[in-house]
């Protein structure tokens, strides 16, 4: 059974600027909680989500190399992180390109009970945007590790920067075109 996020926590997500989600680290990796933002983002309510696997956002998105990816970090305890853009919809059925960050969160004695989860949409940024968002999501990881800690938690990796920023913005364009072809309204 997973153990309940502790309060420093779940205040940490309340107040995060950016888009993030925690869920368990077993089983189906069911939501526990979800930021201001992420709902933001997504436009889906925590009662939407909690208790849900976040693939629910790809619903018939063939993200082939996105799946396999977070299949591969998911089958492999000692991967620390993962980062790659996948397509996924907002509540309206509006397609994005979302860059996801996911990490592993541990307990002192080495168990990884929670999965730390960003999101970002990149469908429409500019590489400016991009790097101002790895800026925040930096200081982001950085605020979080003291107030884990403190609840026994380690935040596993390091955000490594996106080494070319423009390209992975012209790689959400190239998949938003052929989402905005293959799903009109």
Known sequence: MTPELPPALLDYLRQSRVALAIATADDDNHLL????????LTGYTPED?????CRMLQRSAPNT???????????????????TPIVNFRKDGTPFV????????RAIDGSADYIFASQFDVSRSQPDLLSEYDSELGRTLGRLSPIAGDAGIVVEGT??????SAATVAQAK?????????YRA
């Open 33 to 40: 909680a979800v930021s201001d933002r992420f709902c933001q």
């Open 49 to 53: 989500v909690l208790g849900r696997n």
């Open 65 to 83: 190399e996105p799946r396999e990816r977070l299949r591969e970090f998911l089958a492999n305890p000692r991967q620390e992180n993962v980062r």
């Open 98 to 105: 979302n860059l996801l960050y996911m990490s592993r969160l």
């Open 159 to 164: 955000l490594l920067t996106i080494a070319n």
């Open 174 to 182: 190239m998949m938003l075109a052929g989402l905005e072809h293959d």
